[in-house]
């Protein structure tokens, strides 16, 4: 069974920290791996990546995959208020077209305190 | 225009009753799924369709039926409600192999 596990479960920071979350991942047929941002409603769109060593950027947000010790790490700088939610990892397997699915973490609850 | 849309937002009903959810995309997505997010935030996936065909069915006790009409629809109808059933309910689509793409989500409180 897919697993995904995501490190710390909560963090509390001050504004303008960096702050470094983990996440973890055993798949039986990697394709990808996906950074969510969940704040009231339907998680949202962060990152997709499928190859090692390579880091995206978005702001003050990146992330990186590492697919032989099988991890990613998401790195916010300059912390700030509305960076205050859950992300989310997922892993999505998918050995065949059209049978794709998202395993996710349990999260990292991020507050920025002011 | 929204992407994925469910209705209703929010659902409180009693135990016993029968209920359900619908989504609808309009991204052109093949994929459709449904996830449950419980009160810990844990996403899990239940269902997923392509082309109308159901494709991963997780484990979900079949009270649970869910229902692809076309490839742009696909509802929940749950039956004999229990407490244990309460969660949000997020619909979500993509074109295999990414946009994954997820609805506002649906809230189910069972009384």
């Known amino acids: 069974e897919d697993k995904v596990v995501q490190s710390p479960l909560s963090l509390v920071v001050h504004e303008g920290d960096t702050v470094t979350l983990n996440c973890s991942y055993e798949v039986t047929n990697f394709r990808s791996l996906l950074w969510y941002k969940q704040e009231k409603k339907a998680p949202t769109f962060l990152f997709m990546l499928?190859?090692?060593?390579i880091e995206k950027k978005s702001g003050r947000l990146s992330s990186i995959l590492d697919k032989k010790e099988l991890f990613s790490i998401l790195n916010i700088t300059a912390t700030q208020t509305g960076d205050s939610a859950i992300y989310l990892c997922?892993?999505?397997?998918?050995?065949?077209?059209?049978?794709?699915?998202?395993?996710f973490g349990t999260g990292t609850r991020l507050t920025i305190i002011p | 225009d929204t992407a994925v849309s469910q209705t209703p937002k929010y659902l409180v009903t009693q135990m016993g009753n029968d209920k359900s959810i619908k989504c609808e995309q309009n991204?052109?997505?093949?994929?459709m799924y449904w996830y449950k997010q419980d009160s810990k935030k844990f996403l899990k996936i239940m269902f997923s369709?392509?082309?109308?065909?159901?494709?991963i069915n997780e484990t979900v006790p079949n009270r649970f039926s869910p229902k692809s009409p076309d490839k742009a629809h696909l509802n929940l109808h749950i039956n004999s409600l229990e407490l244990g059933d309460s969660a949000v309910y997020f619909c979500?689509?993509?074109?295999?192999?990414?946009?994954?793409?997820f609805g506002s989500g649906t809230r189910l409180t069972v009384v």
């Open positions: 499928t190859s090692s060593g």
């Open positions: 369709y392509n082309n109308k065909e159901l494709i």
């Open positions: 991204l052109g997505h093949d994929t």
């Open positions: 979500a689509s993509s074109y295999g192999g990414g946009g994954y793409t």
């Open positions: 997922a892993v999505e397997d998918g050995a065949n077209f059209g049978n794709e699915k998202l395993t």
